[in-house]
């Protein structure tokens, strides 16, 4: 990985989930950034392709596909798969097969996986708690679990086949903050774009060769997430939700579930617990 | 769970993967303790039932099936799945889809989960480590990923909706020891048994609601695991594979991987990495 | 059943195919008299949701999920599903397996099913006959074998395991009727919402626990129904299709296997046989 | 069908599940008399071929596979597919998907379908009712209601295509009856070979084109079951169980729900109603 | 096939892919000649239907749907399937199953089948070489694959059942050439819509009992392809591309494999061959 | 490929189909001679392991899981997949997606692909055609369809990857003929196991890339097969079914088709053409 530039990548970058919203906001700005991009998904590309990238329609669970997709590329973009909750049966395929085809891929490349997990993956973590990327894993729903297992293959890969990994832990990463709970997690599209671009061009990941990211901007309510891996690759939020405070603030759920944890609302799906946690 | 006897649940028990090694050793003992199982398997169950036992072919990947024949059970052990290190599609509609119908069993009946997790979900923690109940899980394999899914998506479970699970952490759990390695990890039948046995009848799990057991007989070379829930459920292993260590501890594997790591020959099969870790 | 309330039921009702034409009356009509309905479907549900009700994205061929979201209700409106003639391969997967899921649920929950049958279920029969609701089972296609075999789901699970059902033999439910054939077997929106109402509504099915209705408005053409369960339920119906008598009764399909069959224009689609029937 | 011969049909004779104990005696008598028969399994046949028999492995799922072997047949015998209660899940393929199968073979064909249907299509009929051939179908289970969609959808191909359908409602087709309840129900191999030959070699099954058949010898107590179109296609039993009473009347389930219905112990599996029935 | 009419076939015409590019001009064209046409595709029919045809929605995958409406036909057009070059297993489908599909349908009917091949199927042929009808077959990609297995199958369904086909061998079939390739490969609408006239009506196809048409009109840059079965079945191509010839000459893909390869850009999708070829 | 040595090939060699009965052969013959082997089945390697050989349980149809086992190697004998003619739907699956993952694995690994292609690609040739290696593909069913697909998958993979095969069209490799037939097409398991390791070892095999091998003993029956690449890799047939000319020549088939063409037996097999070939 020495051998990666400060700004643009010396082999091609592959994005799944490239027709989906980041992937729309990730392809015109990398592809600004003069990147070359494989993008796939399985839903055609809606915009103009910038220059020097290429759109391949695929299926995450068809996995040899995804395999020739990543051939030649040093990095991949794991931003493909379901993004919200839904039944079991509906995120299997393409977050968990999906998932393995993406890190396999990786494998067969020596490519870096920047993987985009989410802070669904520690939902059930109190938001009176203060993390670190070691803390452990609390999925809070079907769509958590798929984004916990694949930081745990991510960890698997890297123990076995030296593949390195940075995982975003992503807040909410919208145009801009619609709520209360987003004062804290919200994440700017500009943020988002550049933690990308430094993950994927960091030249070390440190000896443990992974890499936790919280999501989130420079917020001043977000006091939950202390200590990941921005410094070894370089990054730091520059946005800031706290403009927004004022307009949001009395904003909240008025779900004591959804209030107490970390994830917010998807922490109340289906909540069916009696007796009070812990 | 305060209705818990103190010999035989006063729920029938559901016991998945009757017909495989466990499972028959399983339904003997507790068929014997006068218990009343409810057995399944993909394949017929090859001895003669004990009283009071029912079987039905089933297979986990068929959702509707497993929840029904778990209907009135107060405990699902769970053991059915693939056991040893397959490639990933081999092992994604049992252990991850079958996982997730066992443990959607659970919560609608309000049972107590015990999952037959595997040391292959810390396989990659070094043996000079000691581990407490809460190390990070460190799967060493597709199989180690679907046990180390299967402890995240029982986390996930108590806090939505209040499932409690003892997570066995099994071992090597054989007739007897066949080499150096089990010499630490050996669990053996009785010793399994009773675990299974106290893990239902325990009348709390404590205030988190889960537990991780560290299935290892009271052998003296296991000096990786420490802490973890079996107090709290009242178990401690009586047998030890102490004995077979004159004939046995020479019986290494040569490979350094495999002696490197707690999960032994797993973390071994198609290890690629160059690079020494850490 | 002995606590159904007069105009809004204790429990939650379940609605399957919300999204479809029939599926959208009654959720704002259901809504508007302020029941609490689950609304799920395969596709987005197109209009505001009323106040009170809940939708989730889900297959009908998804088992787990659908009894999942059928928890705590106390009735399921089972409308979704393939609604019109279609090969074989494409009804079975919604119309039997999910129709299997639809009977798990309501068996789980001991709710009542209220199920969407179709006069295709008895097509075959000739509309010089007068039906009452012991009459056979005549399915006149994939479709109404689908209808036919829900029936008989509905008596086997009322049999074995006491769910209750009615089974709306539904004839022709749109807007305004629009052919010769419609003056009998029109359904107006009002009455199949009234039906429905009163199907979930009225406190006992009777000894027989299962009630057939046939869905057809107060029209003086409809000749070939006559004895079936709605003063069991309490249902009558109001509107009627003679207003439009003078404008449709020319318009007949000019094909004499429709015109001969109860089931119309379905009973001739693909119709080979070459000898006169009888 | 007026050139249907006396003993030896004109046209081969298709025989799904041949490598079953009911196809193998099947195999072996029809191929005695000399006829020119087709068999198809999903496991290889074990036996001898009679000459003049070919066999193809096929599975029942595998739509054209069905149809081309079915090709220039006079006579299907569908006797594959699974033969006792199962869950869902697994009788849907060969039994539901598999019989469509079987059927447009009859239809394309115009060939004449003998269906080993089963009392448990009519279960749940109390055994001291007395049916005659147009009894309402009762289903007592998945397998069941399997047959009872099959006889359905011979009404549907008869009425629509032309297809003539003889529904064998086998009783208990065993070497000799082996429990009380096998008294009244229990069919001879013999009298199951010569139902088979007459049910094909029947020049009519007159005017309606269909015929049920119960399928008991002449025990003298199956009092159960009365009309039906043994006349119309010429045969009569010949053995009887009556010589086994002695060894077996006591030989009861002791369960009442099996006791109470004509289908005996399949209507009693995972039976869950708690009120009284009627 | 002696009694194939001059300008009217006399058994109906079954055309897959009714509702793509090509299936609507010649449901159009084909319409207006008075041909009883049965349309099918998976998505509806987007146009007025003419005239004296049927359509129904199918799935290519769904082997009795598609054997069952050929029914009574006499020619197969197929036109069905994936029409560009996609991953293997979005093409497997569709193409090859859905083929098989068609070729069965083919037999049972003892119809004529006209496939829509295409120069994909021997596009790795260098633009210098010239072709006759029996060259060998050299496909680009999984689609072209896809269109020589049809070839082949139907040299077996030739051999083995006698079925006849006519191969077309399509070349860029659009409204109007754009681009400097088409110059030579371009069909147009008008040729396309005689040929397949002529390939349905020709009372023969010669001994061989199939034929191979290269599908370009008659431009004056086509010459690659020479020696084909156009005589045989009274073809001949009217409209040219030479028009265009002046604006489009210069525009060429720039590419060395494209412009090497009669196949033209499909040879070069994911070309990675290093050394010269030849 | 220069670098392949005389009789050990430098890189691991993977082998499907390694639990059927050619590949045991294999196994063993080749394990002799000190290769490494990477071998694959769906079932268990029934034999003992020859030293440097390691086996891994694998679907053909998972394509991922394929891909892995080649990496390293530098040949891939593709002996998996249905060995003899079976209904298309059982073909598909192992023949022809499976093939397509052992050319993906190829092409990642820059590997040589050794095909256990058939005669029966080239069946409907009849026997008194000499043919050469360029001969047109004539597959004889569903299994020489899903070889003669191979072979062009070889071409197109050729082409535009660059990867090589030889394809063995192997006549009948049996350990002795069994009759007249095989006086022709037996190929002794010697000159299989040395046609396999010149295939494997060949420095070159020119400049197309490709060689098709007739796979038939020295037999003086054989009159059918010519020219084709044995010179180039450097093999000849040592064993000749001469000596079994006496007892065998008069064992013919009687069906005058099998006698006709070069398939045999399986040209036969459903065979419906009415009017004379040619």
Redesign the interface.
């Known amino acids: 990985m020495s051998t990666r530039a400060d700004t643009v990548p010396q082999k091609p970058v592959l994005l799944t989930g490239a027709s989906g919203a980041l992937g729309r906001v990730l392809t015109r700005a990398l592809g600004e950034q003069g990147w070359t991009l494989r993008l796939t998904d399985r839903v055609p590309f809606p915009d103009q392709l910038p220059e020097g990238a290429r759109f ?4 995450l669970e ?4 995804i ?2 997709l990543a ?1 030649g590329c040093g990095t991949i973009l794991h931003f493909g798969g379901i993004s919200v909750e ?5 995120v ?1 395929g393409p977050n ?2 999906g998932l ?2 993406a890190y ?1 891929a990786a ?2 490349e020596g490519a870096r996986m920047v993987f985009a997990s989410s802070n669904h993956a520690i939902g ?1 973590h109190e938001r009176t708690e203060v993390l670190d990327d ?1 803390c ?6 079907y769509y ?2 798929s984004k ?2 694949g930081e ?2 991510g ?2 890969y890297r ?4 593949v390195e990994s940075v995982f975003l832990r992503i807040g909410s990463c919208f145009p801009e903050p619609t709520d209360a709970r987003m004062l804290a997690t919200w994440l700017s599209y500009g943020d988002m774009t550049r933690l990308v671009m430094r993950a994927t061009l960091a030249p070390t990941l440190g ?2 060769g992974t890499a936790v990211i919280w999501g989130a901007s420079k917020n001043s309510r977000m006091t939950w997430w202390r200590r990941d891996g921005r410094e070894t690759i370089g990054w730091a939020p520059q946005d800031s939700a706290d403009s927004y405070a004022a307009a949001l603030e009395g904003k909240t759920s008025g779900n004591p579930v959804a209030e107490r944890y970390q994830g917010g609302g998807f ?1 109340a799906l ?6 009070p ?2």
Chains 1, 2, 3, 4, 5, 6 share one sequence.
């Open positions: 391949q329609l695929a299926d068809d996995g040899p596909a395999l020739r051939e839904h039944p079991f049966e509906t299997i968990i097969r393995y085809h396999e494998r067969r059930f070691d452990a894993l609390a999925p809070d729903g958590g679990l916990a297992y745990m293959m960890g698997l123990h076995k086949h030296g000896p443990s922490t289906d909540y069916s617990r009696s007796e946690p812990r």
